[in-house]
């Protein structure tokens, strides 16, 4: 089998904005639009050089997209919410069609955007295995011969006879769950189905779909469990705007979906080694994390809220007169505060080998946004010896504890917020 | 080589596409399983279920009885108004039922549309197959209803498979058409209710088709459940002759509906998705 299953070329799809507004949804309205039609056809054949118009109303879902799948890959599709994943699902499930390009697919598929798709809550959990079953293309003769094999799977089998309405949630979602996981198609599209159901649930889900990617079957999932990605998935696309910029393997494509700003999310504050740009091994920064003043870590603070400086370093060697710091940074890499141990009226402090604990309390004064933190260790001579970037972002957000002090304008100028104290002179 | 069988392209496709028999074969089961929901569901939890479809009904003929027939004493051609009404009602219920699911059947089933692919012909399809049950019941209360009438068929019972063929027809094409342009205008929706009404008062539902003047005949059988219920109810009673024109006429409009019916449905289908 040297050719591919899955051929995508050029595959792009348009929405329509601006003018999908105009095109009335009442008849009264499409009559009015008849009757104006003609000064709109005018009005359009005038505007025909006018290329601008025209673009600001189309949105370019997907662009230009064009990828292989051979048989029995597991291809992860990564990229931010609004990249374009749903969109490509869509019309690889043929739900929705291209604008252009196309999709040659040499197999069977079958596709899962949600389960339980077309469950009705007055039929009994059998009859929705059958419901469910045929609208995700299976016969009624694959269903008769794995019937027993899905209610077994479900878990609920002494309800499988009532209507699915007297289900908990968690139940309709395992029947869903079992059904989906019994089609044999040679292409199975899976679009976040994983999110659903509690952590045992979804360890029984994932398993069984390892076992399905190891059928020898072709796989397209999407999702945001980067985990799950990394263990289930063989090759990964990563899309950008409606456009793939990276294929390849799955983990050259999560390191760059993952860029600094995410990794540091991904890892809650624990410093990993492609954050630490300096290290010459006399110290170790472990965790960088930020507190309120009741100690609970948090990524939100208030506009104007007191934020502490969690941070454990691991000394390797002692270090006399060691300076310690932080820099918060802003979005676009300016280095807002610098905070220093040694400055205004600060001492350097001797280190000594072993694990420490820090907490630097920081008065609050940025503007409402986005920030991270970067933390250094340095010799008082002005050599670094460690330093860590982008280790924990964090966001001010524009309302405040109290409601007289949130930031209450549209637009945020500066970093750094004060009142300042006004004097009228005349 | 199994694979081989189930090649796809995905690409625009043109506006004007044959509707791929093939395919709604492929899926008759789905079209199984969504007619037994619609017929679960209408009827799950109330206490008479199915009995619903005999008492609608009969108390629409009763009502029609009092008014139609006592009242305004209108001329029933010798049969009891009773049964007059009934056989014309059962062809009635069958096409404005069918109608009015069927043009509901993609909005109802949005999550469906946007998250499975299948032939979406499919949804108004289950719709007018859900709806045959009511029709069967109909049928039987309307032989009870003879029986206690003492009526007896004539040779023109013979007809009664090629009408009902029309009234499928005639239910077939206006359905798929009303149901690819409610999804785009919920108009439809609101519109068909009345709409409803009004032509069934355009067809000799609670008169006889001798009541139209005949210079009006040829416009009135546009209506294509003219000659359907005229039609259906002389092949059932026998008193008048077989309508013929009119069934004629009406297949025409009914043929024509469908045919662009389909063709708004395959020219709009592909975008259900994006609108719904």
Redesign the interface.
């Known amino acids: 089998m040297t050719q591919p ?1 899955i051929q995508v070329e050029q595959l792009s799809k348009a ?1 329509r904005i601006g003018l999908e507004e105009k095109k009335s ?4 309205g ?1 009559i009015i639009q008849t009757l104006k039609s003609p000064f709109q056809n005018f009005k359009n054949i005038s505007n025909l050089r006018d290329f601008r118009k025209e673009e600001e109303s189309i949105f370019w879902a997907l662009k230009d997209v064009s990828f292989e799948v051979n048989q029995g890959e597991v291809l992860g599709i990564i990229g931010h919410n609004g990249a374009g994943k749903s969109t490509l699902l ?20 079958s ?1 899962l ?2 389960v339980g ?2 469950f ?1 809550p ?2 009994s959990g059998r ?1 929705n295995i ?2 469910n079953g ?7 003769r694959e269903i008769d011969s794995k019937l027993e094999e899905i209610i077994e799977f479900s878990g609920v089998s002494k309800y499988i006879d009532t ?1 699915v309405k007297r289900y908990s949630s968690g139940m309709t979602v395992r029947l869903a769950f079992a059904v989906a996981a019994h089609l044999e198609p ?1 292409i199975l599209i899976i679009d976040e189905v994983l999110a659903v159901g509690d952590a045992e649930f979804q360890k029984k889900c994932l398993g069984k779909m390892k076992s399905v990617s190891k059928q020898g079957r072709t796989v397209i999932f999407v999702s945001h469990n980067l985990g799950a990605v990394r263990s289930l998935c063989t090759k990964g696309i990563l899309l950008k705007a409606g456009t793939v910029i990276f294929n390849g393997n799955i983990q050259d494509t999560i390191q760059g979906y993952v860029s600094k700003k995410d990794r540091s999310l991904l890892h809650k504050g624990t410093i990993v080694e492609e954050m630490r740009t300096i290290h010459h091994g006399f110290a170790k920064v472990k965790q960088v994390i930020l507190v309120d003043e009741y100690g609970n870590s948090r990524e939100d603070f208030f506009y104007q809220e007191d934020i502490s400086v969690s941070i454990k370093l691991e000394i390797i060697h002692e270090i006399a007169d060691a300076l310690l710091d932080i820099r918060i940074i802003s979005e676009e890499s300016v280095v807002i505060e610098h905070i220093l141990n040694s400055i205004l009226g600060g001492k350097p402090i001797t280190l000594q080998p072993g694990s420490k604990e820090f907490l630097v309390k920081v008065k609050n004064r940025l503007a409402p946004g986005s920030y991270s933190i970067n933390v250094g260790v340095h010799a008082s001579a002005g050599n670094t010896l460690e330093y860590v970037e982008d280790v924990y972002s964090f966001t001010v957000l524009k309302a405040s504890q109290e409601d007289e002090l949130s930031y209450a304008h549209e637009f945020v100028d500066g970093y750094v917020h004060q009142k300042g104290e006004w004097q009228q002179l005349n | 080589m199994e ?2 069988r ?8 043109s506006n004007f596409q044959i509707v791929n028999l093939k395919e709604i074969v492929a ?1 008759k ?2 079209l ?3 007619s ?2 619609s017929i ?2 209408r009827y ?2 109330s206490v008479l279920g199915i009995g619903w479809a005999v008492l609608q009904p009969l108390f629409t003929m009763l009502i029609f009885t009092i008014v139609f027939g006592g009242l305004a004493k209108i001329n029933s051609e010798g049969v009891p108004y009773a049964l007059f009404s009934f056989s014309g009602l059962v062809a009635w219920n069958y096409f404005s039922g069918a109608l009015s699911d069927a043009s509901n059947s993609l909005l109802s ?1 949005t ?8 032939p979406r012909l499919v949804l108004p399809l289950s719709s007018l197959i859900s709806k045959t049950i009511d029709f069967v019941i109909g049928l039987i209360v309307m032989a009870l209803l003879m029986v206690g009438y003492k009526f007896m068929p004539t040779a023109q019972l013979l007809y009664f498979p090629f009408i009902v063929f029309l009234l499928l027809l005639a239910s077939f094409g206006l359905s798929v058409l009303l149901a690819a342009w409610s999804v ?4 439809v929706k609101y ?1 068909l209710s009345f709409i409803l009404q009004i032509l069934m008062y355009a067809a000799p539902v609670v008169y006889p088709l001798s009541a139209v003047p005949e210079k009006y005949r040829l416009l009135y059988a546009i209506n294509p459940m003219v000659g359907v219920v005229e039609g259906f109810r002389a092949s059932i009673l026998g008193v008048n002759s077989m309508p013929w024109r009119e069934l004629g006429i009406g297949s025409i409009t009914s043929l024509l509906a469908l045919v662009f019916g389909l063709y708004i449905f395959s020219k709009l289908e ?2 259900f ?2 609108v719904v």
């Open positions: 299953i929405y949804e009442t008849l009264a499409v869509k019309i690889l499930s043929r739900i929705t069609e291209p604008t252009s390009g196309r999709v040659r697919i040499h197999g069977r598929v596709s955007l949600e798709t077309g009705h007055d039929l009859e059958y419901l045929t609208i995700l293309g299976m016969t009624k209507p040679e | 694979a081989e189930y090649s796809i392209t995905i690409e625009k496709k899926y089961d789905l199984y399983f969504l037994i929901r679960k569901a799950a939890q089933n999550g469906m549309l946007s998250k499975v692919y299948f785009q205008f919920r108009d519109a592909k975008t998705a994006d």
